[in-house]
T-cell receptor
Framework: QKEVEQDPGPLSVPEGAIVSLNCTYSNSAFQYFMWYRQYSRKGPELLMYTYSSGNKEDGRFTAQVDKSSKYISLFIRDSQPSDSATYLCAMAGWAGNTPLVFGKGTRLSVIA | GAVVSQHPSRVICKSGTSVKIECRSLDFQATTMFWYRQFPKQSLMLMATSNEGSKATYEQGVEKDKFLINHASLTLSTLTVTSAHPEDSSFYIC????????????????FGPGTRLTVL
């Protein structure tokens, strides 16, 4: 079993839809949970990070962490064509300097 | 956020040649830099971690003699792909991280824009 599992999609939704992206993990040592957005042929950019169970909201984006189930989600409200990208979840251990472990990424297309 | 640059953004070379990729942190001191490789439709795979002034730590399965990493200063790390072959064609991405503020705080990594290597 891989440390981080993420459905690669692709996921195609109409503009304005609510998008739900998910990852599961197996390593209990993970304490920091990140979501990155990667446009084609570009480096990843950090969207959000959390370090506890619960929800964190930033504009149209909501990150959700359930440590008991080892499950994290990213919700995108009122999705826009500009949200079309690959979304990668990433996780790290408690110490701030441990390497990130990435999911495979989910390719999202928002159709106008 | 902080800015990390990579150069070149794209390189095409003949099989057997060596290619050097530079990664620079433009507005902060990067005590740690990471090098990743990403194949099409795949996730980022960590190749190695380098700390300024120290030898790089390579992930299992990554040949250290083939992928030479130098982190000579707090703002520059280089990855040299030696004797490149077509199977080395990939998207190489670096990331940089400053010194940890505290043991329990998250220390963000900032990613470069990537370098697309094509070996003919």
């Amino acid at each position: 079993q891989k440390e981080v599992e993420q459905d690669p999609g692709p996921l195609s939704v109409p503009e304005g839809a609510i998008v739900s992206l998910n990852c599961t993990y197996s390593n209990s040592a993970f304490q920091y949970f990140m979501w990155y957005r990667q446009y084609s042929r570009k480096g990843p950019e950090l969207l959000m990070y959390t370090y506890s169970s619960g929800n964190k909201e930033d504009g149209r984006f909501t990150a959700q962490v359930d440590k008991s189930s080892k499950y994290i989600s990213l919700f995108i409200r009122d999705s826009q064509p500009s949200d079309s990208a690959t979304y990668l979840c990433a996780m790290a251990g408690w110490a701030g300097n441990t390497p990130l472990v990435f999911g495979k990424g989910t390719r999202l297309s928002v159709i106008a | 956020g902080a800015v990390v640059s990579q150069h070149p953004s794209r390189v095409i070379c003949k099989s057997g040649t060596s290619v050097k990729i530079e990664c620079r942190s433009l507005d902060f001191q990067a005590t740690t830099m990471f090098w990743y490789r990403q194949f099409p439709k795949q996730s980022l795979m960590l190749m190695a971690t380098s700390n300024e002034g120290s030898k790089a730590t390579y992930e299992q399965g990554v040949e250290k003699d083939k992928f030479l990493i130098n982190h000579a200063s707090l703002t520059l790390s280089t990855l040299t792909v030696t004797s490149a072959h077509p199977e080395d064609s990939s998207f190489y991405i670096c990331s940089a991280r400053g010194a940890a503020v505290a043991e329990s705080s998250y220390n963000e990594q900032f990613f470069g824009p990537g370098t697309r290597l094509t070996v003919l």
